[in-house]
């Protein structure tokens, strides 16, 4: 992995979005859909998100936003110039490596010999 004194710039992977802030797509982060908590557990204020058409210097065109104190997933378009967020948990993408999809298991969550249908019993 090249370093900063190596490159001038830091070799950012851009597959997790960890503090709050402005996220050029392709740069920062890369395309894809992502996944946080939501809002800090006793916060005041919302996980809010948006996704961004333009950078320009003059302003910032909105393609679709949103608040939540509870779970979000959010896709970002390769097309999409920027991701913001505030006030969210890290943002981590959904079917990376060491995520599960439980939507995908079905409803019985049958994880080979453990199955949540036998768990009670």
Sequence with gaps: MASAAD???????GTRILVDGVYRVG?????GTYTTAGAWPGGLLPCTWSRIKELPLGG??????????????????????????TGCRSWNP?????????????????????STGSLGS
């Design 60 to 85: 910032i065109a909105t393609i679709e936003h949103g608040n939540s104190f509870g779970p979000v997933t959010v896709t970002i378009e390769p097309g999409d110039d920027g991701f913001i967020a």
């Design 94 to 114: 959904v079917g990376g490596p060491g995520s599960v999809d439980a939507g995908s298991l079905g409803g019985s969550l049958d994880f080979g010999s453990l």
């Design 7 to 13: 490159t001038g710039s830091l070799d950012v992977k």
């Design 27 to 31: 740069f920062d982060v890369q395309p």
